[in-house]
Nanobody
Framework: QVHLVESGGGLVQAGGSLRLSCAAS????????MGWFRQAPGKEREFVAA????????YYADSMEGRFTISRDNAKNTVWLQMNSLKPEDTAVYYC?????????????????????WGQGTQVTVSS
């Protein structure tokens, strides 16, 4: 089991940057692939980015490709989401999540129902 805590959200102007962090408890962090999702008011939770266990493989939603970067450090039990060129439509609560089903990660990384553990979320607000 892993406990996840996000931080780093806040208010930023359009065009600005934020770096979200997700700190994981437990000694098995490296056995989980990790993902970031977001949910705006009145909308469904959507996939943002995902990273494999040791980090060589990353995936991004099309609208985030080139602006967001996901990374991890297993020694620090942490995964980050660097967000650049932020837009007002990026406003949402951002969640990190842990994916334990290794065999299907490369197929299902974008499906929130396949992730096993979730953090409480951190609010990101981008003003125009």
């Amino acid at each position: 089991q892993v406990h996840l805590v996000e931080s780093g959200g806040g208010l930023v102007q359009a065009g600005g940057s934020l770096r979200l962090s997700c700190a994981a408890s437990g000694r098995t962090f490296s056995s989980y692939a990790m993902g970031w999702f977001r949910q705006a008011p009145g909308k469904e939770r959507e996939f943002v980015a995902a990273i494999s266990w040791s980090g060589p493989t990353t995936y991004y939603a099309d609208s985030m490709e080139g602006r967001f970067t996901i990374s991890r450090d297993n020694a620090k039990n942490t995964v980050w989401l660097q967000m650049n060129s932020l837009k007002p439509e990026d406003t949402a609560v951002y969640y990190c999540a842990a994916f334990s089903q290794g065999a299907i990660f490369f197929r299902d990384y974008g499906r929130s129902d396949k992730y096993d553990y979730w953090g409480q979320g951190t609010q990101v607000t981008v003003s125009s």
